[in-house]
């Protein structure tokens, strides 16, 4: 198999996703821009991806899907903890322990970014012994950081004619000890507003472009340094430092390869340890079955194995996506795209689009029995699709956002509805290297969180779950294990696992009731964005 490519795929939040800059703003492309041509010339595309959205966190969602979200190519995949995982020593290790091998299978590199403030020594301890299991892992020093900041030009310190002479990415980046802030004019400088001034997510607390170039650059010199690295190994192919033996760089890679294949089963054979806090994922929750029985804290079936290294296959709606951009979710595979500009995948309506077809004279009728549930429809981040503003407010005519909250919709006003998944596209591509492929049968969904936690009026979530029939395969499901604030296990009479369908396949079918009994005029909603087969 040829590889001819190599792919950074980075993780994490509105400041790592770009918010509040121009759409290629962002450290995983200034990264690629400025490697690219040096890769090309030994044959590699040597692609950034940015895979970071706002408000997300790195479990349970992003962490049980990587493969859909970062790409089945991803070389190297990293998050950037800079506004997540306070006071949850377990979020970064289970994130990295699902990179590690046995739940990605192209065995991409961890690297961690933004790893600083308390609980950095507790993070670079977690990435060390994720390595002494066999997963290689990177990180970004604060310390490298601090310093690279502290070599820029202190602005306040430069004359009008000094300051004019300063490279444009050095320009008002550091003013005294404040970066990207404070006088002569760090803070004013701080975003590009050549074009699309008036954009989203233009926040004191989002990094300017500035910022996301020098990380760019950071990563963009370590990647080339570490091609040269192997160009020089190829080119004496040492294979053994201490005898001085030559041998055939075919030789020298199945050396390397079988390095690296013991380190990936070290990795899987590991004991799993993680914090024991772990467990702070899936809270008590009261359940009653038929007997009346009550009181489970964790199913005794959800191991942390489970949730940390079994395979598992998703269907979300999320952007981005590579499994959007391939055309997965939609039930077909488009190879040649690689970003949202060059994919032909499925958009969705607006929601408001969605409530005038069902509040309309022309509604579709209401599908009262299960075999007449049609399916759910994809729902756009009605917010965030949309380009930038010019000063007085018009349309700029550039897109600013990679990161859209899109979803799966179902109703009161549609009556049963229904999705099936892993859809055919989706099987075939993500089962293939695994052609023991068997789920356990562990169905994870979750809903869209609400901004700053205010939801809309009509909205149902996991919070009044009681008010959603759902069934699985036609098995009745009857509660749910919390995993985090925004997603659940479904639980059916017997327990947590559902046997698939003759395909490997899951039927949900979903029908909302009424959001309040006394304001039935009101569209009771969910807004579902992922569904996970473990």
């Known amino acids: ?66 493969e859909a979200k970062m790409g089945l190519d991803a ?27 046995s ?34 892992t990177l990180y970004f020093p604060c310390t490298t950081q601090t310093a690279m900041h502290d070599s820029y030009p202190d602005m306040s310190a430069l004359s009008g004619e000094q300051a004019e002479q300063v490279a444009p990415y050095a320009a008002y ?10 006088e002569p004019r760090c803070k004013d400088m701080k975003y590009n507003t050549t074009i699309c001034p008036n954009r989203f997510g233009m ?54 390869k079988g390095q690296d294949d013991k380190d990936y089963q070290t990795f899987k054979e590991s004991a799993l340890e993680l914090p024991t806090n772990l467990y702070e994922l899936m ?37 981005p996506s590579q499994s959007r951009y391939l055309g997965l979710f939609d039930g077909r595979l488009n190879r040649g795209a690689k970003t949202m500009e060059e994919t032909k995948m499925e958009e969705g309506i607006t929601f408001q689009a969605l409530k005038e077809l069902l509040q309309g004279e022309n509604a ?20 965030l699709h949309v380009n930038g ?33 892993p859809n055919q596209a989706e099987l075939e591509y993500y089962k293939q290297p695994r052609q023991d492929y068997k789920p356990r049968g562990f169905i994870m969904m979750c809903f869209l969180r609400c901004d700053w936690g205010k939801c809309p009026a009509g909205e149902i979530n996991l919070e009044t779950f009681d008010k959603l029939d759902v069934r699985l395969n036609g098995i009745r499901v009857v509660d749910k294990q919390l995993v985090g604030s925004d997603c659940a296990f479904l639980r059916h009479e017997r327990g947590l696992s559902f046997d698939a369908d003759e395909n490997g396949q899951y039927e949900l079918k979903l029908r909302v009731g009424l959001w309040d009994n006394e304001q039935p005029d009101v569209l009771s909603f969910v807004r579902i964005t992922t569904l996970v087969v473990v």
Not at 107 to 135: T, Y
Not at 204 to 214: D, E, F, R, T, V
Not at 285 to 296: L, V
Not at 364 to 382: C, F, I, S, T, Y
């Open 203 to 256: 926040a004191s607390w989002h990094p300017g472009w500035k910022w996301h170039a020098n990380v760019g650059h950071a990563m963009a010199l370590f990647m080339v340094d570490s091609l040269v690295e192997a160009l020089e190994d190829l080119t004496f192919a040492k294979a053994n430092k201490v005898t001085g033996e030559t041998y055939d760089p075919r030789k020298l890679f199945e050396i390397l």
């Open 103 to 136: 739940s990605h299978r192209n065995r991409p590199i961890f690297a961690g970014i933004q790893m600083c403030g308390n609980e950095q020594v507790r993070k670079i301890q977690s990435l060390k012994e994720l390595q002494e299991w066999g997963l290689t």
């Open 75 to 101: 070389d190297i995949i990293s998050w950037d903890s800079g506004m997540t995982e306070g006071g949850h020593p377990y979020k970064l290790p289970l994130y990295a322990n699902r990179i590690g091998g």
């Open 364 to 383: 579709p009728p209401v599908a009262h029995n299960e075999d007449q549930a049609r399916p759910m429809k994809l729902v756009q981040d009605g917010n």
């Open 1 to 66: 198999e040829l590889y001819d490519s190599v792919v950074w795929a980075s993780g994490g939040h509105s400041a790592a996703a770009g918010h509040g800059n121009l759409l290629h703003e962002n450290y995983p492309e200034y990264m690629e821009r400025l490697a690219k041509d040096v890769f090309h010339s030994v044959g590699l595309d040597l692609i950034g991806r940015n895979n970071a959205m706002g408000g997300m966190d790195t479990v349970p969602e992003v962490a049980m899907c990587l």
């Open 283 to 319: 809270p008590q929750e009261p359940f009653a079955n038929k007997n009346n029985e009550e009181g489970y804290v964790v199913d005794p079936a959800l191991k942390p194995w489970i949730l940390a290294r079994a395979p598992s296959i998703c269907h979300s709606a999320f952007l």
């Open 389 to 421: 503003k010019n000063e007085d407010g018009s349309d700029c005519g550039h897109p600013v956002l990679y990161d859209f909250k899109d979803w799966m919709s179902s109703t009161n006003k549609d009556g049963w509805t229904f999705v099936k998944f």
């Open 173 to 182: 980046f550091r003013c005294k000890d404040m970066i990207e802030d404070g």
